[in-house]
């Protein structure tokens, strides 16, 4: 059995590899609006081979659970056009390193953080009144099981809609989540 020590560091690892890949791409995001398969790629791998070495089979099967959690919640936005793909194959890398449990906890972070983005850029940009209008027209939309919905009204192809780098948010959810489980670490 391996003593707790080797524990606690084979976990720093994992998360510091998670914490790498993901600043790596919010940077990116933020810098290019873009993600790119290198970097995603590379991170799916390191992190699958990262918990391999950790935890053996065990720590793959727990990567491939957490990637394939990322797809399974992540697919449908992306095909609606809400996230980019980038922002999919990142999350899947992030599952890929932490596993499913880890994984649903910066998921929940990242969706709180964007929606927070989200509010401050809608009042930065003077926003409120058409972003209610908006949510009006699809709360209605969803209600009626979109009979006589106008399509056009409200799509997230709309060139003036705001957009936001979700590698961001995902970004900082990694960094909220690191420092506040190193703090509790720590007591």
Excluded: Y
Excluded at 1 to 6: E, K, Q
Excluded at 54 to 77: R, Y
Aim: proline letters at 3%.
């Amino acid at each position: 059995m391996p003593a707790i020590h080797d524990v606690m560091w084979n976990q720093v690892a994992v998360w510091a590899l998670a914490l790498l890949v993901a600043l790596w791409a919010g940077w990116l995001d933020w810098r290019f609006r873009r993600i790119p398969n290198w970097l995603t790629v590379s991170g799916f791998v390191l992190g699958l081979g990262i918990n391999g070495v950790v935890s053996g089979w065990t720590g793959v099967k727990g990567g491939l659970e957490g990637a394939g959690i990322a797809t399974a919640v992540l697919i449908v936005p992306v095909i609606l056009r809400g996230i980019g793909a980038g922002d999919l194959k990142l999350m899947i890398a992030l599952g890929a390193c932490l596993g499913p449990w880890k994984f649903l906890n910066v998921l929940l972070a990242s969706i709180f953080i964007a929606g927070m983005m989200a509010i401050v850029e809608i009042v930065r940009k003077r926003r409120v009144k058409k972003t209610f209008g908006n949510l009006a027209v699809l709360i209605r939309t969803f209600a009626t099981f979109g009979l006589g919905a106008r399509e056009s009204l409200v799509t997230l192809d709309d060139p003036g809609a705001l957009r936001l780098p979700f590698g961001v948010a995902i970004a900082l959810a990694m960094v909220f989540i690191v420092f506040a489980k190193s703090s509790l670490l720590t007591f």
